[in-house]
């Protein structure tokens, strides 16, 4: 049981990562204190211009655990993030990638997008043999939510009993059961936080603070649910 990452952003610099990736003119990737989430001083700033070309987001390198299961929590904020409001504009901001730095279809990935006021957030795992599995849960305002995740790998290459959970301020969403993951589950080489795909009218920054990726199914938790107990818990 190991805790793999916590990225906080407060040693102010991009050190917590394996690396960063970022095409945007200017620079679209910064440390600020306007990222800075749930009571913290710094956070992750990603922009996006909605070209899908232009990436902004930092890494750490990961291999398919042992244990068959990962599991992470971070925090997003979509920051009124200006997008198409029937759904059809989304901004992939994290990622399980089969690569480091990105370049195809991530194994898992969460995207937000929005429908009329609500900003939504999207997950999806690969399937090995359908290509994805998606879970769509409207989150409703501009607000940082507590996101986190269980990706579990099915028992066998010719097992279809993987599985993704899905907590959105800690409260669990209908799961998706059932796929078969296995082969593409080893794939897994990283993980991925900012801007990595944007559509067209996609346009501004967006925050991610306050991850944690483990190894063991033991629930993280917002990170204000456990501070109390001191460094470690919920972080
Ligand atoms: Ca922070
Ligand atoms: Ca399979």
């Known amino acids: 049981m190991t805790d793999l990452y916590r990225v906080t952003h407060e040693v102010g610099d991009f050190s917590e990562y394996t690396a960063t990736i970022d095409n945007h003119p200017g620079g679209g990737l910064s440390i600020s204190t306007s990222a800075g989430m749930v009571g913290t001083n710094l956070g992750l700033q990603a922009q996006s211009t909605g070209s899908s070309s232009e990436q902004s987001y930092a890494y750490v390198t990961i291999s398919p655990p042992a244990s068959n299961l990962i ?11 200006p997008l198409a409001t029937d759904g059809s504009d989304i901004l992939l901001h994290t990622a399980i990638t089969a690569n480091a730095p990105f ?63 899905i907590w959105l301020d800690n409260v669990e969403q209908t799961p998706v059961q059932n796929i078969d993951n296995y082969d593409s589950f080893a794939s897994m080489a990283a993980y991925t936080a900012g801007v990595v795909f944007a559509s067209p009218t996609a346009s501004g920054s967006i925050y991610l603070d306050e991850i944690v990726i483990r190894d063991h199914s033991l629930h993280i ?3 204000s649910v456990r501070s109390w107990f001191g460094p470690g818990w919920g972080m």
């Open 71 to 81: 599991r992470f929590r971070y925090y997003a904020d979509p920051n009124n993030l």
């Open 103 to 165: 370049s195809s279809a991530g194994f898992f990935t969460a995207s937000f997008a929005k429908v009329g006021a609500d900003y939504y957030f999207s997950f999806s795992m690969t399937d090995d043999l359908t290509g994805s599995n998606s879970r769509v849960v409207l989150a409703g305002q501009s607000r940082p939510y507590a996101v986190e995740v269980e990706l579990v790998r099915a028992s066998s290459d010719v097992a279809a009993d993987g599985s993704m959970r």
């Open 221 to 223: 938790g917002p990170r």
